[in-house]
T-cell receptor
Framework: GESVGLHLPTLSVQEGDNSIINCAYS??????FIWYKQESGKGPQFIID?????DKRQGQRVTVLLNKTVKHLSLQIAATQPGDSAVYFC??????????FGAGTRLFVKA | DTGVSQDPRHKITKRGQNVTFRCDPI?????LYWYRQTLGQGPEFLTY????????KSRLLSDRFSAERPKGSFSTLEIQRTEQGDSAMYLC?????????????FGPGTRLTVT
């Protein structure tokens, strides 16, 4: 069936370093691939998405890369800050409807 | 605060009881979604509405679960004859409509504990 998963359950980085969070997906028919951030006690918060016909998209301090050949998605966070500590989910959707989430990667930022 | 709101934030109930949760989406958002999230997992899609029409239901949504959005604004999710396996965070999200892309705006969730 459809699935979106993550390579690593936890990631620990030093404040100021760049973070890279990886994700593997299996449904090539999705037209959006998305990253969400979830802090403790809160609902997920949209970070950035990328359409399936793109391979790179940049936002503020974040870059998402899509490699359709190997069905791999990554989120790069530049100059990681303590406020970036959270669980990050990759997700995929078709037509902005049903969104399928992966299991999440917990990012720890060390001061 | 004009974000998505959910009520109650926490609910403890005994097995076999019925519970109902409410979600108020962002004003003028046409689409409303329900998800279930268990500890350490990503949200699992349950169902979504386009205005008042329920357009898709997950196979996870058993006959004990029902969702409504009667006037295309707020929505309710009811679980009948709750089971311990229903214990989870129930998340609601909304989005503007067909041309709005993938972004969904999530509420804080209702945490259900079935004892």
């Amino acid at each position: 069936g459809e699935s979106v998963g993550l390579h690593l359950p936890t990631l620990s980085v030093q404040e100021g370093d760049n973070s890279i969070i990886n994700c593997a997906y299996s449904n090539s028919a999705s037209d959006y691939f998305i990253w969400y951030k979830q802090e403790s006690g809160k609902g997920p918060q949209f970070i950035i998405d990328i359409r399936s016909n793109m391979d790179k998209r940049q936002g503020q301090r974040v870059t998402v890369l899509l490699n359709k050949t190997v069905k791999h998605l990554s989120l790069q966070i530049a100059a990681t800050q303590p406020g970036d500590s959270a669980v990050y989910f990759c997700a995929e959707s078709s037509g902005g409807f049903k969104t399928i989430f992966g299991a999440g990667t917990r990012l720890f930022v060390k001061a | 605060d004009t974000g998505v709101s959910q009520d109650p934030r926490h609910k403890i109930t005994k097995r076999g009881q019925n519970v109902t949760f409410r979600c108020d989406p962002i004003s003028e958002h046409n689409r409303l979604y329900w998800y279930r999230q268990t500890l350490g997992q990503g949200p699992e899609f349950l169902t979504y509405f386009q205005n008042e029409a329920q357009l898709e239901k997950s196979r996870l949504l058993s006959d004990r679960f029902s969702a409504e959005r009667p006037k295309g604004s707020f929505s309710t999710l009811e679980i009948q004859r709750t089971e311990q396996g229903d214990s989870a965070m129930y998340l609601c999200a909304s989005s503007p409509g067909p041309s709005s892309g993938s972004e969904q705006y999530f509420g804080p969730g209702t945490r259900l504990t079935v004892t």
